[in-house]
């Protein structure tokens, strides 16, 4: 089946710092989407992407949606201790009620 | 973005007894609902499509006749882990959405 490939798998860094993480994939994909995932509690979501190119803000936190349709970064700036929590990136490869490709997550830990 | 809730959040029960969970949009009307199980340290692995008035899709390896899945209405989609054992206890999440997919607080279930 699809696979997306998100790195890096884990991530240490001090409060304040900014972070990177990524996903590529081998197919294109026509949304990409961002979670995060407290211990113990529902993926929430993030940021989502619809079209090729697009740069998308919430807070603190930047998406793009790769130009190829097979690539996406997060950027989390100057983090804070709460900002601590696995990071899923997921993609549809068509949109509407499709499925979701979940990459296998990134765990953030910030040190303060 | 749309509500999801899950009940119960957590359940603990007997090896050989049946649970069910539910799964409600609280805000959307969702004609597809998705399932996943979670193990720790693992991403999302998705289960089941629930599909409101048909029957349910699931993905391969899933055994659909000890996890009965039924989406008897536009706000509801229950999952049924029948028969459990030790092995299905694990982290049990809904979505529910249209391209941007919202999780519920997941359920935590442990069979001894």
């Known amino acids: 089946g699809q696979q997306l490939n998100q790195s890096p798998q884990s991530m240490f860094i001090q409060e304040g710092e900014d972070v990177s993480m990524n996903c590529t994939s081998s197919s294109i994909f026509n949304t990409w989407l961002w979670y995060k995932q407290d211990p113990g509690e529902g993926p929430v979501l993030l940021i989502a992407?619809?079209?090729?190119?697009e740069l998308t803000s919430n807070g603190r936190l930047t998406a793009q949606f790769g130009i190829t349709r097979k690539d996406s970064f997060l950027n989390i700036s100057a983090s804070i201790p709460s900002d601590v929590g696995i990071y899923f990136c997921?993609?549809?490869?068509?949109?509407?009620?499709?499925?979701?490709?979940f990459g296998k997550g990134t765990k953030l830990t910030v040190n303060p | 973005g749309a509500v999801v809730s899950q009940h119960p959040s957590r359940v603990i029960c007997k090896s050989g007894t049946s649970v069910k969970i539910e799964c409600r949009s609280l805000?959307?009307?969702?004609?597809?609902m998705f399932w996943y199980r979670q193990f720790p340290k693992q991403s999302l692995m998705l289960m089941a499509t629930s599909n409101e008035g048909s029957k349910a899709t699931y993905e391969q390896g899933v055994e659909k006749d000890k996890f009965l899945i039924n989406h008897a209405s536009l706000t509801l989609s229950t999952l049924t882990v029948t028969s459990a054992h030790p092995e299905d206890s694990s982290f049990y999440i809904c979505s529910s959405g249209y391209n941007e997919q919202f999780f519920g607080p997941g359920t935590r279930l442990t069979v001894l």
């Open positions: 992407l619809y079209k090729a190119g």
């Open positions: 997921a993609g549809q490869l068509k949109g509407g009620s499709e499925k979701l490709v």
């Open positions: 805000d959307f009307q969702a004609t597809t």
